[in-house]
């Protein structure tokens, strides 16, 4: 069964600090993993797509790791700002067209003053 | 803005009325998804449109539930006999599939469903 896990369920930063959220996936053939922000009470925005050959993509003061023998990706937050408050859902899609999105629970930060 | 727009936002019922939400995608995408959202997890898949055809319906979608995408462009989300456990974030999202690429899923920002 194709899964997504992430960790920390929940993480606690003070601004300006650095921070790396976790993902573990078994989701098989592999497409590409995609990072996507949800603001509370919005829809997600995607942050980084990574395909089986990339290995680190980063937008502005996100930048995501992906290393497809283990099955994993990491998204680090650098300087983290008040609106970085959100939680992070790592999703994976599997080849073969269709629907074939798997989607994890995500990590809920909080930045704080 | 011409981002995925849904309406309503909220909309709260009472157990046992029917509701409609609709989603009105990107205009290029050809791709149209709906997702049901719990507190603290992530979107489940619920059901997806390729133009106007419906492809894949998840095991989620009860009975009470259908969709619809008559033309290829906006869709529609009915839940009937609405029960407390419809209660929940309601997301569509839509993507241009152009042979083997695929745009990433461009979400609106949901209608939460309370029913009391």
């Known amino acids: 069964k194709n899964q997504v896990e992430q960790s920390p369920q929940s993480l606690i930063i003070l601004e300006g600090k650095n921070c790396t959220l976790q993902?573990?996936?078994?989701?098989?053939?592999?497409?590409?993993l995609r990072w996507y922000k949800q603001d509370t009470g919005r829809g997600p925005v995607s942050l980084t797509i990574?395909?089986?050959?990339?290995n680190t993509k980063s937008n502005g003061r996100y930048t995501a790791t992906l290393d497809a023998d283990t099955k994993q990706s990491s998204l680090h937050i650098t300087a983290s700002q008040l609106s970085d408050s959100a939680s992070y859902i790592c999703?994976?899609?599997?080849?073969?067209?269709?629907?074939?999105?798997?989607f994890g629970t995500g990590t809920q930060l909080k930045v704080e003053l | 803005d011409t981002g995925v727009s849904q309406d309503p936002r909220h909309k709260i019922t009472k157990r046992g009325q029917n509701v409609t939400f609709r989603c009105d995608p990107i205009?290029?995408?050809?791709?149209l998804y709906w997702y049901r959202q719990t507190l603290g997890q992530g979107p489940e898949f619920l059901t997806y449109f390729q133009n106007e055809a419906q492809l894949e319906k998840s095991r989620l979608l009860s009975d009470r539930f259908s969709a619809e995408r008559p033309k290829g462009s906006f869709s529609t989300l009915e839940i009937q006999r609405t029960e407390q456990g419809d209660s929940a974030m309601y997301l569509c999202?839509?993507?241009?599939?152009?042979?083997?690429?695929?745009?990433?899923?461009?979400f609106g920002n949901g209608t939460r469903l309370t029913v009391t």
């Open positions: 205009s290029e995408h050809n791709r």
């Open positions: 999202a839509s993507s241009l599939i152009q042979g083997p690429v695929s745009s990433p899923l461009h």
């Open positions: 999703v994976v899609s599997a080849t073969g067209g269709g629907n074939k999105l798997t």
């Open positions: 993902c573990n996936y078994t989701v098989s053939p592999f497409s590409n």
């Open positions: 990574m395909t089986f050959s990339e």
